[in-house]
């Protein structure tokens, strides 16, 4: 691993893409009668046995991460190799990261760090008072963390001990959403909250759903919980009431992916579902519904652009579900999922990462890619940190990495005073 990384740094520091001379992921001919291209590829440089178990991506960066706990960040655009670093160690997940500024914040079970987000340069870790349930939400001044001890937690980026602390009546697993300037949070006993971010004044909570332990996801259109009751809900950003409920024939273990006009929900039991957004005016609630669909990559005008469940890539249109291009994808199966751009991101466990695109976008130039190894223009010379992550040695001494043994930490907790506020 550390001669193939090296290896890899070096390609970037003169600009060559370090997908070069690989065969094409995904078949080409495939993708462009689908008016689709490869963008780039990425094979990443796994350790013999070592796989990809998490993949993520936030905002402009792709976040690659191994089961024993190494962390690839990737510029989304280029597919340039920015950093790599060992956050955690095997048995504790990588949960989604969220940025802050110029910061990337990765919370584990016992502990949460603060990397460079560009760079990945170690900022602060901390060992928290609490066992960790939820990834962290951040709106740039602060990071918000759910607890399995029943407890919602405020941190500001630059202090080590909370800012402040609210009770829910049930473990917090799911992650939290902001809106504006509110703060909303679920407990896995299926009630959902609302309070001010800055600090925690009540603002409502809502009746109680089924078990909630997906993560929450927010837009103007509301505010919508995947339960364990078999129900999708939108509520209300406003009052928490309930503005719509979608049945499905199972659980809900995953969030809703959102775009502006359609809400895409799976069901392991019924496949993907587009559901109407809209509150009024809708006849139909679920639009449509494919057994084979596993997720929503992306979307325009016409097209939904899917993942299936037996590794396919799925061109449905839009208004009606109606597949009209089948693009085998063998061993992709973690999307990552961007309603917001024209693009589709696939990783696989064997540590390939791919990104196709709308025929017609300019292909990615080498310079484009050392650029993007370097972080934003203007952040100056590559960095001692950037070079560090070429090799083991310096994850190793990762100064944020937890030096915690054994299994993640939990359990049940016997905090049961509900969310008032205080």
Sequence with gaps: MPQKLALICSLLALGVSPA???????????LHAAGLVKYWQLPLPLQPGQELGFSYLVDDQVYAATRDGYVYAIDAQTGAIRWVK???TAGYPIRQPCHAGSQTVFVTPPAFFQYDRYSGQPIRGVETRFPTGSAAVSDGLRFYIGGIDQRIYAFFLDQDFEDWKARATGQIVSQPALLDR?????????????????????YWRARRVGSITADLAASNNGIYVASRDHSLYALSPQDGGVLWRTRFSGPLYEPPVLTPEVVFQYCPDDGLAAVNAGTVGVEERVRWTLPRGRKLLTTDEKWAYLLARDESILVAKLDDGNIVHDIPAAGFTMPMPSPGVAALYLASKDGRIFCARKRGV????????????????GAGEESEATAEAAGAKAAEEDPLKSKRPGPPIGGKSKVSKEYTGD
């Design 20 to 30: 070069l001379g690989e065969g094409d992921f995904i078949d080409s001919s495939a």
């Design 86 to 88: 060992q956050v955690t």
């Design 182 to 202: 509110y703060l909303y949070f679920a407990g896995d006993d299926g009630s959902v909250y609302a309070c001010v971010a800055a600090d925690k004044q009540y």
């Design 362 to 377: 300019p292909i990615v130039l080498a310079e484009e890619v050392r650029r993007a190894s370097l972080g934003p223009a």
